[in-house]
T-cell receptor, first 113, second 114 residues
Framework: GNSVTQMEGPVTLSEEAFLTINCTYT??????LFWYVQYPGEGLQLLLK?????DKGSNKGFEATYRKETTSFHLEKGSVQVSDSAVYFC????????????FGTGTRLQVTL | DADVTQTPRNRITKTGKRIMLECSQT?????MYWYRQDPGLGLQLIYY???????NKGEISDGYSVSRQAQAKFSLSLESAIPNQTALYFC?????????????FGPGTRLTVL
């Protein structure tokens, strides 16, 4: 079956630090990969996506590259801000599963001044 | 105005009570989903509906039922609530078809079963 594994949090960084949140996946087909972000008290919002191997998704300074050889989709940002404090979810949608998403457990990021 | 709304936002109830959580959307999407979120477990799919007449069980449908009253409305019911159904519940919507369909989430309903 499909699964997504994320690094456990919380991750605490100082403002302007470099961020990496690891994500690896297992899928039976050729999945599309996503990062969703959940700000306090809100629902999830799509942050970025990649639909095939070697694609790079990017948004708001965040980037992730679809690595088929390592089955990974690590999230990175060069300089985090306090406003980036949130929970980040890696997810996949496999071929043949319609629109169903499989989520990782989420990684809480806290950025301090 | 929010595109995906959920009511109530918070609910405390007792074991054995029947509870209904409602979801409405103004995005015109055909597909709607119900998820629950538990600490350390991410989101798990309860039920999903591809249109008014197409309802499907997700990973954890036991103890839950749903009703798709219209394209814009998708309700989740707990017929007899139990404490381990205490969780944060999210509704989501997406377009049909295509190689990629972003899901748009509501703000969530926090349910506590005592």
């Amino acid at each position: 079956g499909n699964s997504v594994t994320q690094m456990e949090g919380p991750v605490t960084l100082s403002e302007e630090a470099f961020l990496t949140i690891n994500c690896t996946y297992t899928a039976t087909g050729y999945p599309s990969l996503f990062w969703y972000v959940q700000y306090p008290g809100e629902g999830l919002q799509l942050l970025l996506k990649a639909t095939k191997a070697d694609d790079k998704g990017s948004n708001k300074g965040f980037e992730a590259t679809y690595r088929k050889e390592t089955t990974s989709f690590h999230l990175e940002k060069g300089s985090v801000q306090v406003s980036d404090s949130a929970v980040y979810f890696c997810a996949l949608r496999d071929t043949g599963t319609a629109s169903k998403l499989t989520f990782g457990t989420g990684t809480r990021l806290q950025v301090t001044l | 105005d929010a595109d995906v709304t959920q009511t109530p936002r918070n609910r405390i109830t007792k074991t054995g009570k029947r509870i209904m959580l409602e979801c409405s959307q103004t995005k015109g999407h055909d597909r709607m989903y119900w998820y629950r979120q538990d600490p350390g477990l991410g989101l798990q799919l309860i039920y999903y509906s591809f249109d008014v007449k197409d309802i499907n069980k997700g990973e954890i449908s036991d103890g839950y039922s749903v009703s798709r009253q219209a394209q814009a409305k998708f309700s989740l019911s707990l017929e007899s609530a139990i404490p381990n159904q205490t969780a944060l519940y999210f509704c989501a919507t997406s377009l049909a078809g295509g190689s990629y369909n972003e899901q748009f989430f509501g703000p969530g309903t926090r349910l506590t079963v005592l």
